[in-house]
């Protein structure tokens, strides 16, 4: 059984920072893309950072790049999205995914595991 188990979240005020874990289990996403989305309603999911095998390929929305980093540590099956800088705007439920098929690393659809979720609320 595949099980993708997300934590780390919680509520912070601007300009602090979170790190998110995601831990994969029954799945050998060694070889596979990760990618971390998130969600407010009302809204789609949105790709926010994602990395390739052996981690040497990253991509990030625009929205994050330079205050979000992903890595992954494959002996501990897990992905990792550090965020600095959260601003109320990076407030949502966010949701690692794996087993992607071809096509754009942000599109939600692209992806056929996908964890619960854990939850950023980032307010003063």
């Known amino acids: 059984q595949v099980r993708l188990v997300e934590s780390g979240g919680g509520s912070v005020p601007p300009g602090g920072s979170l790190r998110l874990s995601c831990v994969i289990s029954?799945?050998?996403?060694?070889?596979?893309?990760v990618t971390w989305f998130r969600q407010v309603p009302g809204k789609g999911r949105e790709g926010v950072a994602g990395?390739?095998?052996?981690?040497?390929?990253?991509n990030y929305a625009d929205s994050v790049k330079g205050r979000f980093a992903i890595s992954r540590d494959d002996a501990k099956n897990t992905v990792h999205l550090l965020m600095n800088s959260l601003s109320p705007e990076d407030t949502a439920e966010y949701y690692c995914?794996?087993?992607?098929?071809?096509?754009?690393?942000?599109?939600?659809?692209?992806?056929?595991?996908w964890g619960q979720g854990t939850q950023v609320i980032v307010s003063s």
């Open positions: 029954g799945y050998n996403y060694d070889s596979d893309y």
């Open positions: 995914a794996t087993k992607k098929s071809y096509g754009q690393w942000s599109r939600p659809e692209n992806y056929e595991y």
């Open positions: 990395i390739a095998f052996g981690g040497l390929t990253t």
